[in-house]
């Protein structure tokens, strides 16, 4: 241990503490703007420092480390005036233009800025003006970065894929699309992960939020939405409501009197995806004793961030990626499909929005090959969560006070495996509930897959279906995703079937959920949703009666001609910009 | 009012010169970091400060130029920007008045045209293609990555075993380099901008002398397979240590009596005592490499390895000697550089009592044979050199301790023909004085003198003017040759023979131990993935945590040298190691780049490679 003072109270913590953790430990906030524990500890933007007796510079306290001894001030005269300085040095390259910002109200610098009482500026303001594809569904506007490198630093550490870089030195210094190129070219996931961990507004979703408005106020376009399990998890969190006040119940409430013709749930096409998937699964064991051109393990498809991320990084793997779609793809197909021919309208006046915590889908919903119902998008418009948050703020609802109210039927039924979708291990484990009853044809425990759940970055479990046993693994955060890959091709191990969820934590974790700078809520969120099945009465997707009828007026059975048309995709059938030659 | 007046340097003029100084100090250590246009920017608006302001295109072209380059960094430039700046440049070199504008002019012109890529990529990307070298600079500047903050922190806490295992995950030769090592990364020192660089190499040899204990690295399992490496100098030892670690028979081919090429048959034992290399080789050896000495490979020797091994190390250096190509240099009395350091090698001292000795050449071999000569008992050393002795090639302080020891230097005098007596004697250099002149081929170049030929009388005469490699009968059998040297793909691999690797001098022509090491690391590397494996030389120390101390002075403690007088005498080491209270001085300097600067972003070391 190590003793020493900081702001005159004595504090004692083990070696190799950083100065910033041994003052939080005694209730110190020095205040931080680039720094992410673990992730980016670089005393980059100087916000940090402290005086320590006896040397006359200033100390960065993220990156330095506390001595037997040492006196140490966080705010003395000395400090402030350093601190606040280099705030202003950040804000003259800063577009402050807060009232036209999406992080306003949630931004780091400006929290910092107000806290440090900067009311004018001494420097001259200087921005960058870099261009930006607005198309693209990540826009970067540099004249917000802060040059924090954190981006850089999750995109490469956590999530294997490098996009960003500092692609100029000095003071022409900028955070940008590694090598210059435009980021429509390179091999960027979607995860959205630079999103949820900047600090300002210089990352953001493509904001959607009109075409939804514009839709609505159109007497002819039949507006229906699902609703992803994880939003269930995240959405109340900006109005500060509780987990057991933000339920999705609340949040239909919400939505309706926005205009939504009919509002569904993405469970219930998560339930749809374990009938197909499941199958899949089980059609390729089968088939591979026959057919040793199928290889294992079988890989899960529904997140398009992983998606995106195989076809860039190990396009030799895709076919192991199993075909059925994403949740919210299959739902897209069936709403214009089954669902117009139930409603008897014509499918191209249904305008499919779904809310999602992720940016990926933003870009899946537009691949050229989702629009197997009736030649339009099977989705129309994906909103993140931030963005559905903004259209509620916009109508004012004060959603605290809302009733509850239920989804429409049929598509507004999931079951808990339906839920679990949203957290990392959930679609593992929804999935083998469903495999054991195909294969044994009883029902199963539902707790009995429970291995997989947690936040490992990398599961592995063994089980036993029927007298075959089945060895799976389950990672998310692209980086593990990653490092599961390499020894998987190395040798090292060996699985039948894996999952993997592009964001850390899965979909509670996602790209498009609401943002809390420093925290990683996934784990919390997660929570969340293995409650909710917990106490569901249905936690078995085979056991969905809306399913259950969906097969028998419409599909027939799992991976029949009708399922395969819609619910399943060509995964060659679109490449990313360097798949090719691969 | 006084009619002349005493010039005294007033405040401000003191305050000027730190600056200079300063400034000076900091690009000399700064070469790898910035972006070429940025730099050009920068330098272009320095010269401008000098303008005095009379003439056009030094007033107006050096602010118009600056613009125009802000314009490249500030993504407001096309291709038509990158003409007119050329075309700037070139008016102001054409046209300025005197040397403040047509310097700048001609600098940035240069900059310009060098740096084309550079700027394309600006305009083309808006963003800096350079590569990213500056992590940690002496890192960066180290031809072998050796992680020099780490083990000076481990000499600082007082972990001398540690920190030379540190070393060995990238030089197996630290004992070696310790002590003769060129050591680029000082050059790099971003100290160097405080006051003075670190003494890299002082803090090396300081570790390796006090060792706690000795140890042995872990090896990897057994993988079957045979490497022959031709060659035991520093990059056939360090290609087979490395490949001995990865689990890996290296068996090493050695053409003379001894391991170390030229360690031992080049570099004196008063720079690297013998007892000290031979340590290093035996500690080696104990590793489990096998070698097998007195055994040339020629071109059919060659062809059988690559047939009896897995794989093949080629790594002969460069042992044979240069020609003056001069009338009497096949006299008796005329020895070549490597003729005379290969039998000192070996342990035969030729007996120079009494007898004066012409040296030529002014690289570090010239430097080499003169004192040496001085140690086997000469009367007199004299080193003849054409150009002037700032042109020399070896390293001052090669030049210093020669000078030292009583060598004289004979500068820009370029050497006629030998002059022998009738039983074909040396009796003497005959020389013609020169004068220098431009330069060419970035040196100065000198030309015949308005003067009298002179001699130089002597009984021996030493050319060291330069060793080539003995390529020509593997050119023969259809090794790629370039000018001599072997020619190899970026994976050292020569090609058209699979499984057959070279480096080192005979690849890369005469250069540094440190720059062998690392061609044999880097094969080592390759011929391991060659073989179907992937194994990781790993980091196996715990470092201690960084401390920030805040700006302190303190100057470079340097290596002292025993007495001149004395050290004639004896091919004992010449230099003293650092003392203790030096080294742990000298490690406290350290500004710990690897944990500050960029280094905290990107990483400050490679863990594994």
Redesign the interface.
């Known amino acids: 241990m190590v003793k020493l003072t900081i702001d005159d109270r004595e504090v004692e913590v083990p070696?190799?503490t950083t100065i910033l953790e041994a003052a939080a430990s005694a209730g110190i906030v020095i205040p931080t703007l680039c720094y992410l524990k673990d992730l980016n500890?670089?005393?980059?933007c100087r916000v940090c420092v402290v005086e320590?007796e006896?040397?006359?510079?200033l100390?960065?306290s993220c990156?330095?480390?506390v001595?037997d001894g040492m006196v140490v001030r966080t705010n003395s005269p000395k400090v402030r005036a350093a601190r606040k300085t280099n705030v202003e040095f950040i804000l003259s390259q800063h577009d402050s233009e807060c009232t036209s910002c999406v992080r306003s109200g949630n931004c780091s610098l400006q929290t910092l800025a107000n806290d440090l009482g900067i009311s004018s500026l001494p420097y001259e303001k200087h921005l960058?003006h870099?261009a930006w594809d607005q198309s693209f569904p990540l826009i970067r506007n540099n004249d917000k970065c802060i040059k924090c490198?954190r981006c850089i630093q999750v995109c490469e550490k956590v999530q294997s894929t490098g996009v960003w870089d500092?692609?100029?030195?000095?003071s022409?210094a900028c955070v940008?699309v590694k090598?210059?190129?435009d980021i429509s070219a390179t091999d960027c996931a979607l995860c959205g992960q630079c999103i949820t961990h900047c600090p300002t507004g210089a990352l953001r979703e493509r904001d959607d939020t009109d075409r939804v408005f514009d839709a609505l106020a159109d007497p002819d376009k039949i507006c229906v939405v699902q609703i992803a399990p994880a939003v269930r998890a995240a959405w109340g969190e900006p109005f500060g409501l509780t987990h057991e006040q933000a339920t999705v119940k609340r949040l239909v409430s919400a939505l309706r009197p926005m205009g939504f013709d009919y509002i569904f749930d993405t469970d219930f096409s998560a339930d749809l995806t374990i009938m197909e998937e499941a199958s899949e699964f089980l059609e390729r064991v089968g088939a591979a004793s026959k057919d040793d051109s199928i290889r294992f393990p079988m890989f899960t498809s529904c997140c398009p961030g992983w998606v995106r991320f195989i076809k860039s990084h190990h396009p030799e793997l895709l076919d192991q990626v199993s075909t059925s779609k994403s949740p919210q793809q299959m739902f897209g197909a069936i709403l214009k499909s089954y669902y117009a021919e139930l409603l008897g309208v014509d499918p191209h006046r249904i305008f499919s929005v779904s809310i999602m915590p992720c940016l990926a889908k933003k870009s899946e919903c537009a691949l050229p090959n989702m629009n197997d119902a009736c030649g339009d998008p099977d989705v129309d418009v994906v909103l993140t969560v931030r963005e559905v948050d903004r259209m509620i703020r916009a109508e004012h609802v004060d959603v605290a006070s809302l009733e509850e109210s239920e989804f429409d039927m049929p598509l507004g039924v999931g079951t808990g495996a339906g839920v679990i979708f949203g957290a990392t291990g959930g679609v593992m484990e929804a999935a083998l509930r469903s495999a054991y009853h195909f294969i044994t044809g009883d029902e199963p425990d539902p707790d009995a897959f429970s291995d997989v759940r947690g936040l490992d970055g990398w599961k592995e479990a063994t089980f036993d279906l029927a007298g075959t046993t089945l060895h799976v693994a389950v990672a998310s955060g692209l980086g593990n995703a990653e490092r599961l890959i390499q020894a998987l091709e190395?040798g090292e191990v060996s699985y039948d079937f894996v999952e993997i969820m592009a964001c850390p934590g899965g979909c509670a974790g996602g790209g498009g959920q609401p943002i809390h700078d420093g925290q990683e809520l996934a784990g919390e969120r997660g929570d969340v949703l293995w409650g909710l099945d917990k106490v569901s009465d249905l936690r078995l997707s085979y056991q969905n009666p809306s399913i259950v009828a969906c097969y028998d007026e419409y599909l027939e059975k799992p991976l029949s001609a009708k399922a395969e048309r819609l619910l399943h995709t060509d995964q060659h059938a679109w490449l990313m910009p360097d798949e090719e030659g691969k | 009012m006084a009619r002349l007046h005493v010039m005294e340097r007033s405040d401000a003029q003191v305050v000027m010169d730190g600056l200079h100084e300063a400034l000076g100090k900091r690009m000399a250590v700064s070469s790898l970091?910035?972006?070429p246009v940025?730099f050009t920017a920068a330098y272009v608006e320095m010269c401008k400060t000098q303008s005095c302001g009379k003439c056009t295109p030094c007033r107006v072209g050096l602010g118009v130029l600056h613009d125009l380059l802000e314009d490249v960094?500030?993504?407001r430039a096309d291709e038509e920007t990158l003409t007119l700046i050329e075309r700037t440049a070139e008016t102001i070199y054409l046209s300025a008045d005197c040397a403040i504008g047509y310097e700048a002019g001609q600098m940035a012109l240069t900059a310009i045209r060098g740096f084309r890529d550079d700027f394309e990529?600006h305009v083309?990307?808006?963003?800096?293609?350079?590569t990213?070298s500056q992590l940690v600079p002496c890192v960066s500047g180290c031809p072998a990555g050796v992680d020099i903050p780490g083990y000076i922190s481990l000499v600082e806490e007082g972990r001398y075993t540690d920190a030379v295992r540190l070393i060995r995950k990238d030089n197996p030769l630290p004992v070696v380099c310790g002590l003769v090592c060129e050591h680029p990364c000082e050059m790099h020192c971003r100290r160097g901008m405080v006051d003075d660089p670190m003494n890299i190499r002082g803090l090396k040899r300081f570790a390796c002398e006090h060792m706690e204990t000795d140890y042995r690295p872990g090896v990897a399992e057994p993988t079957g397979k045979r490497v022959a490496v031709v060659g035991g100098g520093p990059a056939g030892l360090s290609a087979a240590y490395y490949l001995t670690l990865m689990g890996h028979k290296a068996t090493i081919f050695e053409s003379r009596h001894h391991l170390g090429g030229m360690l031992r048959y080049g570099i004196p034992a008063y720079r690297l005592p013998r007892e000290e290399l031979d340590g290093e080789i035996g500690w080696l050896l104990g590793c489990g490499i096998e070698a097998s000495v007195d055994s040339p490979v020629d071109a059919e020797g060659l062809e059988r390895l690559m047939a009896d091994y897995d794989s093949v190390y080629f790594a002969i250096g460069a042992h044979t000697d240069r020609k003056l190509g001069l009338e009497g240099e096949d006299s008796e009395g005329v020895i070549s550089a490597v003729q005379m350091l290969r039998s000192i090698g070996d342990g035969v001292n030729p007996d120079f009592t009494g007898q004066r000795v012409s040296v030529i050449g002014g690289g570090n071999v010239a430097m080499d044979v003169a004192r040496s000569a001085l140690r086997c008992g000469a009367e007199k050393v004299t080193i003849i050199y054409r150009r002037r002795i700032a042109d020399m090639t070896a390293q001052d302080a090669e030049i210093a301790g020669a000078q030292a020891e009583g060598c004289e230097v004979l500068e820009l005098h370029a050497p006629l023909s030998i002059q022998t007596d009738d039983a074909g004697h040396v009796t003497g250099v005959i020389t013609q004085p020169q004068i220098i002149g431009g330069p060419q081929r970035g040196r100065p170049a000198p030309r015949a003198a308005e003067a009298d030929q002179y001699v130089v009388p002597c009984e021996r005469v030493l050319v060291a003017i330069g060793q080539a490699i003995d390529s020509k009968p593997f050119e023969d059998m259809g090794i790629p040759c370039k000018r001599g040297a072997i020619v190899v793909d970026e994976d050292s691999a020569v090609p058209g023979f699979t499984g057959l690797f070279a480096g080192g001098d005979c690849q890369t022509g005469p250069a540094t131990v440190i720059r062998a090491i690392n061609a044999g690391k880097v094969a080592a590397a390759n011929i391991d993935h060659h073989l179907g494996f992937?194994h990781k030389i790993t980091l196996d120390v715990d470092l201690p945590?960084?401390?920030?101390?805040?700006?302190t002075l303190c100057a470079r403690c340097e290596m002292t040298e025993r007495e001149a007088a004395e050290r004639v005498r004896d091919f004992d080491n010449v230099e003293n190691g650092l003392t203790s209270e030096e080294a742990h001085q000298e490690a406290s300097r350290c500004l710990r780049c690897d944990?500050?600067g960029f280094g905290?972003?990107r990483g400050g070391r490679i863990e594994q490679w």
Do not use: M, W
Request: proline share 3%; glycine share 8%; net charge negative.
């Open positions: 070696e190799h500890e670089i005393g980059a320590v006896g040397i006359d510079q100390v960065a990156n330095n480390y001595l960058s870099d490198l500092i692609t100029n030195r000095a022409h940008n090598s210059g190129l190395s | 970091a910035p972006c940025e960094l500030e993504n990529h083309q990307k808006h963003a800096c293609g350079f990213q992937d945590p960084v401390q920030f101390k805040g700006k944990h500050f905290a972003f």
